[in-house]
């Protein structure tokens, strides 16, 4: 399918703005997916040179959704927040339309101000996600996502365990998945198993958490290191500071201790150096 919608944007000026959109959001999808980050930046980027003020709105949304979403897990926060917050103004102007398809964005948005403890923002990111996923009810995916705006690790790790994580979307199951490392919650062993026979190889970024979450279980150093050789290739920050400082603090690596460190101090990000225990 992305390779399809890489030959779509190949066609250039020659396609509709509406389908360069589309084509580019299936792009950036793969592209967040299987750890292709910057890919997925240019993806975006390229398509919004095509957009003029107030042309296709809805489709621009999820443009810029998935732009947030990359820009956030390249540890781009500062950008992250600018897409988000023209996705927020596109929203209003769609009369607050039911866009599931935007939450991803938004939810990104708010892990970033929940990581600075901007109140504020937390505030401003959960409104938007509950204005649109009240029209979602029963939905696994905005379950998960009720669940990580209210910091509810139970109801996450219920949620994943329940074997239907192949019905959430790759960006949602490695989110879920990092906030429960983050907070050292474990996840059972029998469910980490589970997501690494469905999940496909080059869905990397999942199996990273995944590959984090077995490593953080089972004190096993070769998980971890799987997990930090994957996110170093993807150019993650947020993630690889993660992982530096777990598998540092398990092999009594000081200096990958204080890489990860800085890294999360750069990034304003005091929550978890908190959860550390670690000096921002």
């Known amino acids: 399918m992305a ?35 910057d890919g997925a930046t240019a993806a975006t980027d390229d398509a919004m040179r095509f957009i003029q003020p107030g042309q296709a709105a809805n489709w621009s949304l999820h443009l810029f959704a998935w732009r947030t979403v ?22 209003i102007d769609l009369e607050r339309v039911a866009a599931g398809y935007a939450t991803r964005g938004f939810l990104a948005a708010f892990e970033i101000a929940r990581a600075r403890r901007d109140d504020a923002g937390m505030t401003r990111w959960r409104e938007v996600m509950e204005g649109i996923n009240h029209g979602f009810t029963g939905s696994i995916r905005s379950e998960i996502q009720a669940a990580l705006v209210h910091n509810d690790p139970p109801a996450i790790r219920r949620l994943l365990e329940a074997r239907q994580a192949n019905a959430i979307g790759y960006e949602t199951w490695e989110r879920a998945i990092s906030f429960l490392c983050d907070r050292g919650q474990q996840l059972d062993e029998t469910a980490v198993d589970h997501g690494l026979q469905i999940v496909y190889p080059q869905a990397v970024m999942t199996r990273a958490q995944l590959a984090r979450a077995r490593g953080l279980r089972t004190g096993d ?55 550390y225990g670690l000096p921002g």
């Not at 990359?70 to 929203?91: H, K, N, T, Y």
């Not at 992982?243 to 990034?267: F, K, P, Q």
């Open 3 to 37: 390779g399809a919608a890489r030959q779509r944007l190949a066609f250039g000026n020659r396609l509709p703005v509406f389908e360069r959109i589309d084509a580019a959001c299936m792009v950036a999808w793969a592209a967040v997916a299987t750890g292709d980050l």
């Open 221 to 275: 150093r070769a998980s971890l290191e799987e997990a930090l050789a994957i996110l170093r290739l993807a150019g993650a920050r947020p993630a690889i500071a993660r992982v530096e400082i777990e598998l540092g603090r398990l092999t009594r690596d000081d200096a990958l201790v204080t890489s990860g460190a800085t890294t999360l101090a750069a990034l304003g990000d005091v929550d978890q150096l908190d959860r």
């Open 70 to 91: 990359a820009a956030s897990l390249r540890g781009d926060w500062d950008d992250a927040l600018v897409s988000a917050g023209r996705a927020q103004i596109l929203w």
